[in-house]
């Protein structure tokens, strides 16, 4: 079964939140620093497509970019630990704000 469906948002969060404690790296942990670490693990995943077409995952890539992915993730959770987020209530918000500045019927297809 994949675990996507059995974990949850906040067990992603207590697992961060126990791997920063058993380290004492929340002292680390300033919102400015965990913006910097996303922003360079997002740039990390981004150099593995560098001069390629990125439509598709060439062969012994996919492993990399889950790393990467993973790194991102683990910051971004980092940044709602230290900030108090709840993120599923944010990730609903912004969906519904995208939804209303972006409607299907007359984005479809396209970005723009």
């Known amino acids: 079964m994949l ?5 949850t ?11 920063v404690e058993e380290r004492d790296w929340a002292q680390f942990h300033t919102p400015k ?3 910097m670490s996303v922003a360079i693990e997002a740039a990390e995943l981004m150099e593995l497509f560098q001069w390629s077409d990125g439509r598709e995952l060439e062969p012994g890539l996919l ?5 990467e992915l993973a790194d991102v993730l683990i910051y971004c959770l980092a940044m ?33």
């Open 9 to 19: 948002l906040q067990d992603l969060k207590n697992m961060v939140a126990a791997f």
């Open 33 to 35: 620093n965990l913006a």
């Open 3 to 7: 675990e996507d469906v059995q974990t």
């Open 63 to 67: 492993e990399r970019v889950e790393e």
């Open 80 to 112: 709602a630990n230290t900030a108090g987020i709840d993120l599923a209530r944010v990730v609903k918000q912004k969906m519904a704000a995208n939804a209303r500045k972006y409607p299907a019927d007359l984005y479809r297809g396209r970005y723009r």
